[in-house]
């Protein structure tokens, strides 16, 4: 099996790095309370007198530390791909794979992507606004659903005598932006939170089984 491409992305932003222990801890604060606007979808109507309100700092150690606002948005979406590609490849690391079924694979995954979404509806407004309006980020986008897809495939392939669609291959590249697509317009839009999310996972892997079937 070769071995996987790594999920290690330059940076889009260079996170500031201060020196000082005091401005450490702001920046974490200003990260954390921006993290917490974007999920409840109000980081846009927040100013900046009010974020630093928030995270217990001053107007001017934000702006020191981060110079706008934007550059806050950019680290926080940065932090949520870093995050997503971790725990994509520490899920997708294919020896502890061996000996264990597809249906546990495909479970493991879904549970995962379902954690990343929760709570994420802000998150995911800023990013498809920010891809709709920056070439650079809609690119970086791309980048991360095509390693998402490229080691989900490399799983599904080490299961593929489990898998009896027509065209194995193709199905395998189907099962990702399936999962992703459905899993995104929910949290966007509560399409399915009549679901409790114990349901919602064994109703996608429901979804994944039966096509690759």
Known sequence: MPELASGVFPPMIERPAPTQERSRQALERLLLEGEKLLAENRFDDTGVAELARLAETSVGTFYRLL???????????????SDMVARLE?????RQWEGRTLEQFIRAMVAMLVSINAGRQGVLRALITRSSQDAQFRD????????????????????????????????????????????????LTGSL?????????????RVALNYLA
């Not at 110079?67 to 791909?81: H, P, W």
């Not at 490229?150 to 189907?174: C, D, E, F, W, Y």
């Not at 679901?195 to 996972?201: G, I, N, V, W």
Request: hydrophobic residues 45%; without cysteine.
């Open 67 to 81: 110079g706008d606002k934007d550059t806050l948005n950019r680290l926080l979406l940065q932090r949520f791909f």
């Open 140 to 187: 970086r986008v791309h980048q991360i659903n095509h390693l998402i897809s490229q080691r989900t495939v490399a799983v599904l392939a080490s299961k593929s005598a489990a898998i009896g669609h027509p065209n194995p291959t193709q199905a395998m590249m189907v099962v990702p932006p399936v999962l992703l697509g459905i899993l995104n317009q929910h949290t």
């Open 193 to 205: 939170s009549f679901l409790s999310s114990a349901a919602l996972e064994d109703e996608l892997v």
């Open 90 to 94: 520490e899920l997708t690391e294919l």
